[in-house]
Every structure is written in structure tokens, then in C-alpha cells.
């Protein structure tokens, strides 16, 4: 890696709404990494996420995309997790193996169990008659098993006292659930 590279600001492909993004963001703000954004509308006609330019960055044509340290990254959870090894100040993950197991487990039911299939690209293809039904179902299944995870993890946040990447993922998850689909979760601890 040169010099410049290591020096120069990361800039984040980012659309505003984006619940990935949202994570990523939360995580660079709390770990104070300054950084740049540079907005991906998902929503203009086409979705500049598909343009020819982009698609060198993500070949996915999702976002977040995150470059730094002369590295381009994509997929939240594997970006969220470089910042935890490459800048350890301000931890998001526990020094406990047990409590760093758990904030895992809290993120994959977002990332993998709730976010991507209520996501704009599912939504559509389920159609417009059925998207909401289909959201609400799993956006209802993975909440019902984070509440099962945070009755015994949770204590000022997700795991314990602490924010951690597990905090990074539902925040937003939630926000994205009322917004969109209505949804209220109320934590029953």
C-alpha cells in the first residue's frame, strides 16, 4: 500500500436510505474515522448503482462500497469488520469471545435474515401486490429471533453495555421497518 493511499480520506459509496450504508456510517462516525461520501441514488431511473462506473466499484451494484487504505470493500458486515482490525480504538466487537459471538449473531439475522429480503431489488421481483406481505413476514421472523437473543444479551445495548456492531445493524434495521412497511417493534425484555 503507498503512502497516499494510507493517508488519503475513505470515501464511502453510500445512498442516503440504505440500511447497509446506514451501518457502515454509524461505524465510521463511532470509531471517528473521518471520511467521504459520495451519494449512489438507488431510486434515479435506472439506479446509478447499475451505471457502467459504478459497477467497477461493486460489482454487485448494491452499496455501501467503502475505499480505503487503497482497498475497495464492499458488504457492510465485511467492512465494519476491517475497521475493527485496522483501527482497534473504539472497539465495536467485545473483548469477551462469548458477548463477540453474540453482536455476530445479532448482525447475520439483520444482514442475512431480515435486510436483503425486504430489499428493493427482492421487493420487486416479488411485485407490488405482495411486497409488503413479504417484508412484514420476515422483517416479523428475524425480529422475533433478535428479541429471543437480546433477552439475554442485552443491557444498555444489544450486548451488554456497550455499542457494537450488533447496535450498528438493528438501529437502522428498525428505522427502515417503521418507515416502510409500518412495522413497530417493541423490545420485550
Known amino acids: 500500500m503507498s503512502l497516499s493511499a494510507a493517508i488519503s480520506k475513505p470515501i464511502l459509496y453510500s445512498y442516503w436510505r440504505s440500511s447497509c450504508s446506514w451501518r457502515v456510517r454509524i461505524a465510521l462516525n463511532l470509531k471517528e474515522i473521518p471520511y467521504d461520501i459520495k451519494p449512489i441514488s438507488l431510486i ?8 457502467n462506473e459504478y459497477r467497477e466499484v461493486n460489482a454487485m451494484e ?15 458486515l465485511s467492512i465494519m469488520h476491517y475497521l475493527e482490525e485496522t483501527r ?10 462469548h458477548k463477540r459471538a453474540k453482536v455476530r449473531e445479532i ?14 431489488v427482492v421487493l420487486i421481483h416479488v411485485g407490488e401486490e405482495k411486497k409488503k406481505e413479504w417484508a412484514q413476514h420476515w ?34 434495521q428498525v428505522f427502515n421497518a417503521r418507515r416502510k412497511f409500518g412495522y413497530v417493534w417493541i423490545f420485550r425484555a
Open 139 to 172: 422483517i416479523t421472523r428475524g425480529f422475533r429471533a433478535i428479541e429471543k437473543l437480546l433477552s439475554t444479551s442485552a443491557g444498555k445495548f444489544c450486548v451488554g453495555d456497550e455499542i457494537t456492531m450488533a447496535d450498528c445493524c438493528l438501529v437502522p
Open 88 to 97: 482497534p480504538q473504539r472497539p465495536l466487537l467485545p473483548q469477551d469471545v
Open 107 to 120: 448482525c447475520e439475522v439483520v444482514a442475512s435474515g431480515i435486510q436483503p429480503l425486504q430489499n428493493l
Open 44 to 51: 434515479k431511473a435506472g439506479g446509478e448503482q447499475h451505471c
Open 62 to 76: 448494491q452499496v455501501p462500497a467503502l475505499q480505503i487504505d487503497g482497498h475497495t470493500l464492499i458488504e457492510s
